[in-house]
Structures are given as C-alpha cells and as structure tokens.
C-alpha cells in the first residue's frame, strides 16, 4: 500500500515538476538570448505568462478542417508528456519505467510528430503543407543520428531500459568522459537541437518567415489549442535537455520521495538545464540558421559521430 | 477439418467456374456466383483460422497422409506451429477480403466476367493455403505454380488495359525464373536425400555437404526472394500490384509474398539448420536495402496503389531483418537470440499482413469512390468517407511503427533482437548490427513521412478535383471487414501477449528454444535476456489516454468553458484558400527527394507558357522522372544479353524439316554414346 503511493507520489511529483519547469527553461534560453545580443529581453516567467493568456483565449478553427485538427494538439500534447512517466527526471527508478525504454520514447515522439504534421495539412494552407513535409524530411534524418547515439549509451548499460542506463552510469560515473560517450553525447546534442527546432536547423522566434519550418504546422492553431501546442513544445524541449542530463550526467537523482532528496535532485536538475540551455542559447546567438538542404550535412555530423562512437566503444572496450 | 476447408475452396471454384461458363446471361447469375464463391471462402478462411488457432496453442501438429496416386505417392498434408502459424495469417486476411468483396465486386457485375474472378480468387486462396501446409516437394510446387498461374489471371484481369498486361507478363516471367531456383533446389535436396517429402528432408539434411547447402541456401534465397519482392528481385511487384483489382492487390501484398517468407523460413532453419555466418549478414543486407529502397521509392509515388505496394517491399525488407538476424544469431549458435529474431519477424508477418490488408482496402474503396488513384487528384476525403478515413488513418498509424499500434511492437521487438546481439563477442555482428539498426530507424522515420503525404494529400485539406468532391462513404459491407482489421491492428498493438505463446511454439519447433514464460502472457513484453529493455503497450495507451486530463483539467481550470468560432484558412491576402494552393504531393516528397537525389537520381521538366506577362502564369507543366536504378542496370543488361542469345540461336532454326531430323539424330546419337560410356 505504503509502495504504491509513494510510487503515486513520485509520478505526481516529477509530472508537475517537468509542466512548471518546461516553461521557465524555455524563458530562461530566451533571456539568456536576449543578453548576448544585449537587450534585457523579457522576464523568464514570460513564456509561462502567454500560456495562461491564451489558455483564457478564444479558438478559431478553419472550416476546412476536419477532427484530425481538432485532436492534433491533445495527441502531441499526451505523447509528450507520456515521456515523462518512462524517463527518469528526478528519481533514480520511475516506478513505471517498464512501461516503455529509450526506443518507446523515439517512437513516442514520432507519434506526436505524425499528428502534428497531418494537422497542418488539414487546413489547406500552403504554409501547413511547407511546415510539414520539411519536418517529416528532417525527422527522417534526425531518426538514424539519435537511434545510433541512444544505442551507444545502451550498449554501456548493456540495456535500452532508461533507469538501467541511469543506474549503471551511476555506478560508474567515470564512463562519461570516455571518447566514446563523449562522442555520443555531441551526437545526441546536434540531435536535441534539431528535435527540438533550435537555430541552426530551424528558427523557433520566427513566425511568417518562408524558412520556418515547426512555426509552419502550427500557423493556424490559435487560443487554447495553440497554448497546448506551445506547452507540449516546451515540455519537448525540457525533456530532450533532461535526457542529455541525466543520461551522461546522473548526479543528485533521488532514490526515495524524501522532502530533501526531492528537493537536492530538483535543485542539481535545475542547474544542469541551465548549463544546457546556456549552451543551446550560446548556439542560437552565434550562428545563423542553416539552408534546408545544409541541414542533413549536419546531421551526417552527428551520425558519423555516434556511429565513431560505437565503433569506439567496442575497439577501446570502453 | 483440412478436407472441410479444401472443400470450402473447391466449392466456390465449383460455383465460380460454372457461372463463368455462362457469363452472359441474366444479371442473377453473376450475382448468385458472387455471392456464393465469396460465402464459401467466406467459410473456409474461417475454417482455417480455427485450424491453425488448435495447431498453435496446442503445440500438436496436424499429419495427414493423403491417398496415392499414380505419379505421386508420399503425398501429405502437414501443419506444424509454422504451416499453422502461415496458414492462420492466410485465413485471417482472406476471411476480411472476402467479405469485402461481396461489396466491392458489385461494381464489375455489369461490366466485368465476374464469375472468371470468384473462380480465380477461390483457386488463389486455395493455392496459398496449400502452399504452406503441403508436406512434400511435388505438391509445393504444383501449388507454388497454381498460386503463380491465378495471380497472373488475376492481375491481367483488367486485361484491356496495356499497363495490366505488361504487368501480367513480367510478373509471370520473374515467377518463372523464381520457380527454376526452387526446383534447382528441390532436385539438389533429393539427390542427398532420395525423397522429396519435407520429413525426409528435415532428416538428412544435417548430412548434406557445406557446399551444397550453401548452393541451396542460394537457391531458396533467390526462389523465394523474388516472390517475397526483395530488392533486387521486386521488378515484378510495384506493376503487379496496382494492376489488379483492388481486393487481390490485399491479399497479395498482404499474404501472398509473405509465402516467400515462409518458404525462406522452412528452408534456412527447418531444413538447412545453422549455416556460416555470411548467410545471415547477406540477408540483413539484402533486408536493409529493400526497406530503405522501398520506403524511399514510396515516397515520390502519387499512385496510391504503387505507392502501397512500395511499402511491401519495405516491410518485407524489416521481416527479413528478423530473419536474418535469427540465421546470423543461430549460426554464432545463440539460439535464444534466434529465437527472438525470427518472433521478431514471423510477428511482423501477421501485423503487416493485417494493415496492409486494411491499407489495400481503404485503397480500393477510394478508388471505386472516386475512379482515380492518382492522389494529386484526391484531398479531403475525410469529409466526404469519414469511416473509411479513420480506418486508413489507423493503418497509417500502424505502419509506421507508432505506439500503441501493432506495427510498433514488432519492429521494437526486432530493435530488440538486434540490439542484444551486441552481447555476442564476435566483430563482424558488432559492425552489422548497428548499421542495421540505423537503417531501421530511418526506414521507420521515412515510412512514416510517406504515411503523412499519403493519408494528408488523399483525406485532408480540399478536394483537388471534382472525382474527389463526388466521393461517397463506402458500404457497410467494405467498412465492416476494415473495421475489423483495424480492431485487430488495436488489439495486437496493446495486447501482443495474445499472440506471443504461439511464436514459442514455433520457436521451439525450429530452433528448440522458446523465449520463456516471461515472454509471453503478462502485460509487459519482459525479454528473457538480461539487460533487455521492456514495453507495456497496454498500459502505456492507457497511460496516454489517462494523460488527456491534464491539458484538458488545466484548460478548464485556467479559461474556464473554451469558445471556439470557425473562419476560413488565412490565404496569404487571397480571396479565400484554392484547391490549387494547396502543397502536392510532389511537392511534398521534394525535401527527401533532394536530400537522397544520389538514389533517385530525378530528372525533371519544367515548361511555362508565358502570355501575358512573367508573373501570370496561365499554365505550368511540371514533369518528374525517377530512375529505377535496377531495371536500368541490372534488367535491361542482362534482357539485352538474353536477346543477343537468342538472336545467335536462331542461326540453328532453318525451318527445314531436314535439319529438324538431323538434330534429332545426333542428340540420339550422343546419348547414346553417354550411356554406354
């Protein structure tokens, strides 16, 4: 009985944790952004602010569209958030990590993605269409870079299991800086920011700009559906910086649902997405975003990188 | 029970052939043939689908020795866990496409020879079912040639049509070429063995030379391959498929090449047994490249026939990726690692057979619905079949291996299978392994890009010509057996332990292992290998649908009731939205088309009329061609060679009767003289 709740509690707490976080870290990149290019930029509460304005929002829906729009921001919502239930965010062992591993999450994501992308070319406009035959075209390439850098995690932990691959690296926190994990983890980096829509693959401030590609699918969404959409981005995004973190980083992850190991793993999560964020917004500010078709040259990059890194692995034995 | 379902078989042929012979009469008798022949297949699909549950879940396999005749003796009818499990895929598919077809060929009864096809379909699902229960070489074959034979029938059935025709006879030419390379292997088996029963075979098989086996692996690689539409081999299947109604293009893309994948199980691990390791990492190869290809291929057609039936040959590129990790494991001899590959792929086996089969049949209800394949001429069709579209829109969804569908527990089963082979300390599986693993992880990431162009172009946005405005919903009786498929596709994706007992059985028939018990009943799909990683697809679709509450509580909790207001699509300053700006489906594939031009190798034509000024285009014509790298390189040399051949035999017919004779008697002659001496 005593198990099951605190099992309750735990997904409870990383659950709530992870949907106030994601919009703070996606505030805190912004500001981060806006003093490199020396502005004040606004207050990190200010993504949190515009989801409950638009929340509050009226929905306009183009007569065009079917139910498939209608149901697109739920699905990728909850996909998005399912994630948070298999990785370990602030504890050690999720209590239902035997529900899905690292590939369930990969697939979880296609999912939300599939949706999104049938959605916008549900409303007929030519931008929906432009947004999403480009994201499916990079997600085809991006698959390949981040299944290999996954895989040379794995192979280290000898499971696909995300709180084996954790505890294992807990145990050996040293194999971090082998090449080979260091390989992958440059691997997996390009991958987050081209998951997640980052400049140089895609830019996220854009809106209305022939490049954009995530900016594209959603154009049409607007009041609440658009805040979920907006919402399940973050929590994207605040997902990818929590798996680089705690895959190759491990440290401080609470074991129990104790007030001070709850709070030490909330504290040391913080910190390391902020020294993640700092860097993806270092890369925003210093880099232009790339041509299209420059964008697989880059994730060929992050390839060859994880599959260097697997071959690594097996040649060094570490 | 064998005998009820042949019955079942011959008695819809019976019907069939006797209302084909008179065609045309009244109306009522195409109909009461129809209905009848499909009633009957009907009957015996569900015959053989209890047949092969009993084999299955009992473990016991059925013999049945059948009555000699004068030139065969020997003959029988074995089902083991494999024939069974074969057998059952079979029946499941053709017991929801004959029910479609009762509605679906109402279209041909006026037009068409209807009782030509109820004859042909009947002799189809009777030739398939025989193929994977026969129980001795002769009768294989003789079934193998039937099930070739009524296929091209059945594909030239829109014979006046040139694309059908064409279709028709290369299809029967690679069947040809396949068939000599069983035979091949057949005469090589008996001249070890002495029998052409299976028994027999599976006997003394171990005492074959290496050599031999090797040539026989050849063989079987290259008979079966060409049925089952490997690349290289698949020249035959993207015509074939479209060419022929749309109820026989399910049961061949879903069934009919997986008995290829039968054929190749049977052979490498029933009868052959652990060979060297180069066979199974020649098949991860060849099953690498026929999923990336064929996805790839699928991506720029807008037939969505063609389109479909690139995919077969992707999907059996991802099953032979089971196999051939199955052969590569078993032949390092870690069987229980074969044991999962090859569950791996006998799983997605059925889970393809069933989408596709629900794929194939939305197909042909958009087709009869709005007489085009073609889905630049298609587009929101969601309107206008709204049952229809959910059911392709979950086919979609399956096929491109996303949770909580089927498609995702057999391909996260094969990422499996592969992965563990990372525990095997041997080089050439280090190396294999993961680029197989990257292949499959692209394949999986383009199939579903080609599944958003495909569902998004036909049933979103606006219709893109008047067929499209006109479409109606289907029938009851073609939505019935989709729904049903799509249940299923459901089903096996949240509950695949109802399945996964069976594969142990087979397992443990082929291979003598079988992935224990905490493979099979309990919700999580736990593997028996240590560090194995797990999924729960039940709970973890429950889990999706218990998460709604949360951005629908903090909606509510935050803005309270939600208002919502429909407007037209913003049109960038137009009047309204056109059909015609709408993105294409070329336009859509345009990205992966750049990005893998190396493997198109696309050339295009552009040509603009300009009347009254630069920026008024009143015409555009946009033409693209993608090389199939195979027929230009491979087909067309090798045609080319065989044509120079003849062209040189010809010198030897004269046309006098003369020289006829004098061949005659010195081949005489010189056997003769090879007898005595």
Known sequence: MIQTLTSIGTLVIQLVFVLTAAPLAAGMIRTVKARLQSRKGASIWQPSA??????????????????????TPTVVFVSTLAVALLLPILFKNVPLHWMGDIIAVIYLFGLGRFFLALAALDTGSAFGGLGSSREMSVASIVEPAMMLSIVSVAVTAG?????????????????????????????????????????????????????????????EYSGRDLAILEWAAQLKLFIFLTLLANMFFPVGLASDCSALGVLTAIVLLLAKVLVLGLSVALVESTNAKLRLFRVPELLMVAFILSLLGLILHFIVGA | MVGVLAAGAFAGLLFGSRAGSSENGSSRLPRAAKNLGFASALIASLLGIVLSALVLFSGKSIHLALPATLVLNNLSVDIDPLSAFFLGTISLLSAAVSMYSFGYVNEYLTKRNVGLLVFLFNLFLFSMAGVVVAGNAVPFLILWELMSLTTFFLINYEHENPASRRAAFLYIAMSQIGTAFLIVMFVLFYVYVHSFSFAAIREAAPHI??????????????????????????????????????????????????????????????????????????????????????????????????????????NIGIILMGVGAALLFSSLGNNLLAALGLAAALFHVVNHALFKGLLFLGAGSVLQAT??????????????????SLFFLVGSVAISALPPLNGFVSEWLTYQALLLGFNIADLPVKIVVPLTVALLALTGALAAACFVKAFGITFLGLPRSRHAEEAHEASRSMLLPMGMLAALCILLGVAPGLLLPAFGTITESLLGVTPEQTFAASVTLNLPVSGAGSIAPGVLAASLLALVVVPVGVGFLIGGKMMKRTAPTWACGLERVAPRTQYTATGFSKPIRMIFSNIYRATHEIEVS?????????????????????????????LRGVLRFSRAARATQTGHIQTYLAYIFVTLLALLLLIRG
């Open chain 1, 50 to 71: 515009d989801l409950i304005k638009l929340f509050k929002k009226e929905v306009v829906r183009s007569a065009t569209s079917s139910w498939v729009f209608q149901a």
């Open chain 1, 159 to 219: 499971s696909t299991d995300l709180s084996s691959i954790v505890q294992a690296r807990l145990a050996n926190p040293s194999m971090t800086i082998n090449p080979s994990q260091l390989l992958a983890f440059a691997g997996l980096y390009i991958v987050t920011i081209a998951e997640t829509g980052r400049i140089p693959v895609d830019n996220p401030d854009t809106h209305l700009e022939l490049t954009m590609i995530h900016e594209a699918m959603i154009l």
């Open chain 2, 209 to 314: 030379p290496s050599a031999v086996k090797t040539i026989i692996f050849l063989c079987a690689l290259v008979g079966f391959g060409i049925k089952a539409g490997i690349i290289p081999l698949h020249i035959w299947l993207p015509e074939a498929h479209p060419a022929a109604p749309s109820n026989v293009s399910a049961l061949m893309s879903g069934v009919m090449i997986k008995t290829g994948i039968y054929g190749m199980v049977r052979v490498f691990f029933d009868f052959l047994g652990p060979g060297p390791e180069w066979w199974g990492i020649l098949v991860l190869g060849l099953a690498a490249t026929s999923a990336v290809l064929g996805v790839l291929y699928a991506l720029t057609e807008h037939d969505l026939k063609r389109l479909l039936a690139f995919h077969s040959i992707e």
């Open chain 2, 371 to 388: 007489h085009t394949r073609n889905i630049e001429d298609l587009g929101g069709l969601i309107r206008r079949m709204p049952t229809t």
């Open chain 2, 610 to 638: 300009e009347e009254v000024s630069p920026y008024f285009k009143p015409r555009i014509r946009y033409e693209l061609k993608t090389e199939s790298v195979f027929e230009k390189y491979v087909y067309v040399p090798v």
